[in-house]
């Protein structure tokens, strides 16, 4: 027995008009001081980055490494006690924090020595990442002779391209 269209119309707009989940059971399982919207979804955000790396302790870059690392950028330091001085070596000192925190990710070994394939593919598939020389495939220095063919001038085995040598 099916139920006419109409009553089926009406049903799903009951369902859809209906909240996803009551905020007193959403509540009770959770904590009470995260505001949702009727589906859950928490209104603001619950962690931030900056709140995980204050629990990191703040590295100190030394006036002798600020300065090292302007010359390898091939920039004027700052004078050493100035504003713009404290200011670029607070971030700095943020960004060595956050790359000593990501350094801590334990991530999982494979035991190949190999890096994991990060893409999902269907089970099955994917793109060999290693490349394998077959039997009787050309090398790349036959391809490479190959396209010698195609030079309007060549010497040897080489391209020749006429220069103006009168620079």
């Known amino acids: 027995m099916s139920l006419p269209r109409l009553q089926i119309q009406r049903l799903l707009g009951q369902a859809l008009r209906r909240p996803c989940v009551t905020q007193k059971r959403l509540n009770s399982s959770t904590d009470s001081s995260v ?5 859950g979804i928490p209104l603001e955000p619950t962690w931030s980055v900056k709140e995980l790396l204050s629990s990191y302790p703040t590295p100190s ?3 002798a490494t600020f300065r090292r690392l302007h010359e390898l950028s091939a920039l004027q330091p700052p004078t ?4 713009e001085y404290n200011s670029l070596k607070s971030e700095l000192e ?3 924090k956050l790359v000593e925190a990501v350094k801590l990710i334990k991530i999982e070994d494979t035991g190949d020595g190999l890096i994991p394939d990060g893409r999902i593919w269907a089970e099955g598939t994917g793109i060999p990442l290693t490349h394998t020389s077959n039997e009787g495939e050309e090398t790349c220095s036959d391809q490479g002779q190959d396209l010698l063919s195609h ?4 010497s040897d085995g080489m391209y020749v391209v006429e220069a103006d040598r009168s620079r």
Do not use: N
């Open 151 to 154: 030079a309007s001038r060549t």
């Open 94 to 96: 943020e960004l060595v």
């Open 35 to 39: 505001k949702t919207d009727s589906c």
């Open 61 to 63: 870059i030394s006036p």
């Open 80 to 83: 050493e006690g100035s504003p």
